[in-house]
Every structure is written in structure tokens, then in C-alpha cells.
């Protein structure tokens, strides 16, 4: 295991550890309220490891992989004892697997037990990523004082909110995320991976999709059915919802995001939250996209110096890494101040700028869902991120609008959104908007996304889209650019233009798109803007 420990120190940018001798004490059994037992393993220094700080992972995936040597292995090494638990209904823990509903009260009661153990001295963090960091929010404000402090990475308080959205349903992920932890414990799981992957790519074109799930992992999967039944705001989801308290919340909490990360917005609004209460908290955003976000170094500069009673180093409440300057910057606050919302209208010939638009044509393209928009990078965790849009900005059913070559920077840091004036043959349709950098050769880059759904799109409507917040600093001799399309599939469900429920259509239909930008109706996209740099 010596060189593994070499391999994630090189691979995590650490320093040198107090040690490398490991022991772990696997299957500890944690008693809940109801009686089941939920399995924990306790990695520790060989010889020692009583009465340092625990860093504590509750985990849906296990407790080996990545969550075993990549994270608890450097924690242990640098001054935490840690247990990683195997939430409800996996991985040996018993009780069934309801996805989310019991992290709560499981929650509470492993916390109470870690507290009681002879091996626990007189602190605890809480750390980790997506699913392991939503559990954290589950119980943040009924935390033992043992607990000093929280690092919730690329995550969310309401979990399922945001991919769930009525105006904007997501499929793949949660559609993948339901077909993982279905199959993550069958034989040779991990060696199947790919052949999955390929299984849930086809499955997501099936009708109804009703029966996608049984196309990837060959049964129903009661979570993928609730996902394609209910929408966030569905009563149904409301045990899963902890934005309630996060004001509550009263350690200090790190949480790092990630630009090309779906629970962004989510997060971002959670740090809004807890500073505008006042409780101690920072935020760090990053060039990631979800599977890429660090939790380690946090843990370590951020974590354990709270678990021994000291101060992390002194930085700024927020840090962002500004894309397109590709540098790390320090602001005060989210949003920063400064950056003033600036109107960049679409224009007729395919011109964006911030003069008003004049007399023009709407733009059309036909959307056929039977042939629908590829989501290309962006959101998504297996092929995400910043990526060229060149292919995707050729197809019929795109339209871009670009300004002039820009003779100064323009750095955008904050919500972005756009107003977009659309009409369908149609009744039922969706607007998809995307931000683009386009360098001097022409090649266009995807910044942030987003799209909404409209349910009386025959009728000249006016689309409010929120796409993805950002922190983008757009170079003199680049260009602006706006794609303008109707989905970006199977990144968002495909809108089959006819009303039905996304779980039980059948049928297709083509719709013919109209855009306007004239006087009467500004299509526009609002950044926040600073230009004096």
C-alpha cells in the first residue's frame, strides 16, 4: 500500500505525511432506532489513532474504491482517524436502500454512536462529495458539539431539486444515477462499467421511458420510476429537502462547487444562505465538473484545523477560479459586487450586441425530438465540461448570434440569464440557451447553459431561462456568442411536443421554432459585467 499512498499524494498535490502504517477495523456494526445495523470501517495510524480527530464519509457506494483508499487512506496518513459508513441498505448495512429519505434520522444516530465510542476523542468533521455531502445538509442543524466543522462538496441541501426541476427536467443524471446504485453490487460491477455506460446511453432513447430502466439493468428501479413521476416539486420529495436548515447551521462549512456541476446552483444559493445569517462559512468554485471536484486538501487545511481547535489559513469568504483568465481570484461575497447586469440583445443576421435590436425577421429551425439536440460537454458527469461546439453549432436546429470582435476584456461573474422571445407550432416546447467563447480561430467553447420548458409555446411567449452561474473572463480579440435550440438531449429529457407525461409518451412531434428580436420583443441575454479590469 506504500506505493498507493505515493501514487494519491502525487495525484492530490499533498504534502508528506506523519505516516504511511495504516490499520482498519472493518464491518463495525452502528444500531439505529428501528434496530438495523448499518456497517462502518474505522481507518486509523497503526499503533495509535485514539483520540485524534474523526473525519466521518456516509456513503450509498461503499466503503472500498475511491472512498476507502483514495479519500480515508490520505486523511488517516495526515491526522484523522475516519470511518466510512455504508448508508441504509447497501454494502452489508441492512434495512432497504430508499434513496435519501432516511439520512436523516440514520444520520443523527451515527453521529450519536461515534460520540460514545472509547476510540473517539473530542472532535469530528463531516466530509464529502455529492451524495456524501447532501447527508451532511440532512443533519446540520441538530449537530453534537463534537462536530467543528462541515466541507460539502458538489453538492446540495435540496438534492433532487434542481435535476427535477417542472420547467427543466434532467434525465441522465438521475436516470445513471438510479441505474448505478442498482447494479453497483452485482459481480464484477466495476469491471462492467463501460458496458453499462453503453446500456444507459441506449435505454434513454426508449419509449415510454417508463421502460428505460429496464432496458439498462434489466428490472425497474423504483427510484428512477419516482424521478419520471414526480417533479421537485412534487409533495412527494419533501422528506428530501433540507434547504430548512441550512440557516441553522452554526459550524464553520467550506463548501467547494464546480462551474460544470449540476448541484451549482443549489450550492451557491446554500452559501448565500449561511452568509446572509452571519454563520461561518467560504465557498470555492472551480474549473471542474462534477466527478472532479477535490475533497482531500479541504479536509485536511480546512477540516482538521477546525477539529484541533485552530484557525485554517486566512483567505477570502469566497474564491473562484475565473475561466478564460484561468486564475484563481478572492472576492468578499456571492455574487460579488461590481459586476452590473448588462443586456446583450440577438439581433437580426446572427449579430448579438448591446445596442437594441432594429426591425427583423424572426429566426426559425424545427426541432424533431425523434432526431433531437445533443447535449455536448457542459453539464453532465460522464462527458462534461468545456468542449468545442463547432459540430453542435452546425446542425439546423441551432441558432447562434455572436458580437464583433471584442477590442477590451470583459470578465462576467455572477447569475447569468436570458430573455428570449419564442414561438412554436407547438403548444409544448423548450428553450435552450447556451453561452459561448469563441477564440480568434472561430472555435466556440461552451461557458454555462440552461433551459426551461413552456406550456403554451404557440403563442408568442417570452422565455425567462436561468442558465448556470459563471466566472468568465471573455479576452480582447474573442467574441460573445448565444446558441439558441430546443434541448440538449439526454442531458435534459427530450420534449416530446405533446403534452404527455415524460414517463408514459409515446409519440413525437416536430415543431417549428420561431425566435424574435425586434423593438417590440428584445431577445436578450443578461450578463454581469465588469469591463473596467
Known amino acids: 500500500m506504500t506505493l498507493t499512498s505515493h501514487a494519491?499524494?502525487?495525484?492530490?498535490?499533498?504534502?508528506?505525511?506523519?505516516?504511511?502504517?495504516?490499520?482498519?477495523?472493518?464491518?463495525?456494526?452502528?444500531?439505529?432506532?428501528?434496530?438495523?445495523?448499518?456497517?462502518?470501517d474505522r481507518w486509523a495510524p497503526r499503533g495509535g489513532g485514539q483520540g485524534l480527530p474523526t473525519a466521518l464519509f456516509r456513503s450509498p457506494y461503499g466503503r472500498a474504491g475511491i472512498f476507502g483508499t483514495m479519500m480515508a487512506r490520505p486523511l488517516a496518513e495526515r491526522g484523522f482517524q475516519v470511518i466510512v459508513q455504508s448508508t441504509r441498505g447497501g454494502f452489508g448495512s441492512g434495512g432497504v436502500l430508499d434513496p435519501m429519505r432516511q439520512e436523516r434520522e440514520d444520520g443523527l444516530d451515527t453521529l450519536d454512536w461515534v460520540v460514545k465510542q472509547s476510540w473517539?476523542?473530542?472532535?469530528?468533521?463531516?466530509?464529502?462529495m455529492s451524495y456524501l455531502g447532501y447527508v451532511q445538509w440532512a443533519v446540520a442543524d441538530s449537530l453534537p458539539p463534537q462536530v467543528k466543522a462541515?466541507?460539502?462538496?458538489?453538492?446540495?441541501?435540496?438534492?433532487?431539486?434542481?435535476?427535477?426541476?417542472?420547467?427543466?427536467?434532467?434525465?441522465?443524471?438521475?436516470?445513471?444515477?438510479?441505474?448505478?446504485?442498482?447494479?453497483q453490487e452485482r459481480p464484477l460491477a466495476m469491471f462492467r462499467r463501460g458496458s453499462q455506460t453503453r446500456k444507459n446511453t441506449r435505454a434513454l432513447h426508449t419509449l415510454p421511458l417508463r421502460d428505460a430502466d429496464v432496458e439498462a439493468i434489466g428490472r425497474h428501479s423504483q427510484y428512477i420510476q419516482d424521478v419520471l413521476d414526480h417533479d421537485g416539486d412534487?409533495?412527494?420529495?419533501?422528506?428530501?429537502?433540507?434547504?430548512?436548515?441550512?440557516?441553522?447551521?452554526?459550524?464553520p462549512v467550506s463548501s467547494v462547487a464546480g462551474w460544470y456541476d449540476i448541484f451549482l446552483p443549489g450550492q451557491l444559493r446554500d452559501f448565500t444562505v449561511l452568509q446572509d445569517a452571519g454563520r461561518p462559512a467560504r465557498l470555492t468554485v472551480g474549473p471542474w465538473t462534477h466527478p472532479e471536484a477535490p475533497v482531500v486538501p479541504e479536509a485536511i487545511d480546512f477540516g482538521l484545523a477546525h477539529a484541533r481547535g485552530e484557525e485554517p489559513p486566512e483567505r477570502a469568504p469566497v474564491r473562484l477560479f475565473v475561466m478564460g483568465q484561468d486564475a484563481w481570484r478572492d472576492f468578499e461575497s456571492w455574487?460579488?459586487?461590481?459586476?452590473?447586469?448588462?443586456?446583450?440583445?440577438?439581433?437580426?443576421?446572427?449579430?448579438?450586441?448591446?445596442?437594441?435590436?432594429?426591425?427583423?425577421?424572426?429566426d426559425v429551425y424545427r426541432y424533431?425530438?425523434?432526431?433531437?439536440?445533443?447535449?455536448?460537454?457542459?453539464?453532465?458527469?460522464?462527458?462534461?465540461?468545456?468542449?468545442?461546439?463547432?459540430?453542435?453549432?452546425?446542425?439546423?436546429?441551432?441558432?447562434?448570434?455572436?458580437?464583433?470582435?471584442?477590442?477590451?476584456?470583459?470578465?462576467?461573474?455572477?447569475?447569468?440569464?436570458?430573455?428570449?422571445?419564442?414561438?412554436?407550432?407547438?403548444?409544448?416546447?423548450?428553450?435552450?440557451?447556451?453561452?459561448?467563447?469563441?477564440?480568434?480561430?472561430?472555435?466556440?467553447?461552451?461557458?454555462?447553459?440552461?433551459?426551461?420548458?413552456l406550456t403554451s409555446a404557440e403563442e408568442l411567449t417570452r422565455a425567462d431561462v436561468r442558465l448556470w452561474p459563471t466566472a468568465y473572463r471573455f479576452k480582447s480579440g474573442h467574441r460573445i456568442r448565444v446558441q439558441v435550440s430546443s434541448g440538449a438531449f439526454p442531458r435534459y429529457a427530450r420534449n416530446p411536443g405533446t403534452g404527455e407525461p415524460i414517463a408514459t409518451a409515446t409519440t413525437l412531434r416536430a415543431g417549428d421554432q420561431a425566435v424574435h428580436h425586434d423593438p417590440e420583443h428584445p431577445s436578450a441575454l443578461i450578463l454581469p459585467v465588469r469591463r473596467a479590469l
Request: aromatic share 6%.
Open 8 to 40: 494519491l499524494q502525487r495525484q492530490q498535490k499533498l504534502s508528506d505525511p506523519p505516516t504511511r502504517r495504516l490499520a482498519v477495523d472493518r464491518d463495525l456494526r452502528v444500531p439505529m432506532r428501528d434496530g438495523v445495523e448499518l456497517l462502518a
Open 234 to 251: 412534487d409533495p412527494h420529495w419533501d422528506r428530501l429537502d433540507h434547504r430548512h436548515r441550512v440557516a441553522g447551521t452554526m459550524v
Open 335 to 362: 455574487p460579488p459586487k461590481d459586476y452590473a447586469p448588462e443586456r446583450f440583445h440577438l439581433q437580426a443576421d446572427g449579430r448579438l450586441s448591446v445596442a437594441a435590436p432594429g426591425e427583423s425577421e424572426a
Open 368 to 453: 424533431d425530438p425523434a432526431d433531437p439536440t445533443p447535449a455536448v460537454g457542459g453539464i453532465s458527469i460522464t462527458n462534461g465540461g468545456r468542449i468545442d461546439n463547432t459540430a453542435l453549432e452546425a446542425r439546423p436546429d441551432v441558432l447562434t448570434y455572436t458580437t464583433a470582435v471584442l477590442d477590451e476584456d470583459v470578465e462576467v461573474v455572477g447569475e447569468v440569464s436570458a430573455e428570449v422571445w419564442f414561438r412554436s407550432s407547438l403548444a409544448h416546447a423548450d428553450v435552450f440557451v447556451r453561452l459561448c467563447d469563441v477564440d480568434e480561430e472561430g472555435r466556440s467553447h461552451n461557458v454555462c447553459d440552461g433551459l426551461t420548458s
Open 150 to 183: 462541515m466541507i460539502p462538496v458538489v453538492t446540495e441541501s435540496a438534492l433532487t431539486k434542481e435535476f427535477m426541476r417542472a420547467d427543466g427536467r434532467s434525465l441522465e443524471l438521475p436516470f445513471e444515477w438510479g441505474a448505478l446504485v442498482a447494479v
Open 120 to 128: 473517539f476523542g473530542d472532535s469530528m468533521v463531516l466530509v464529502g
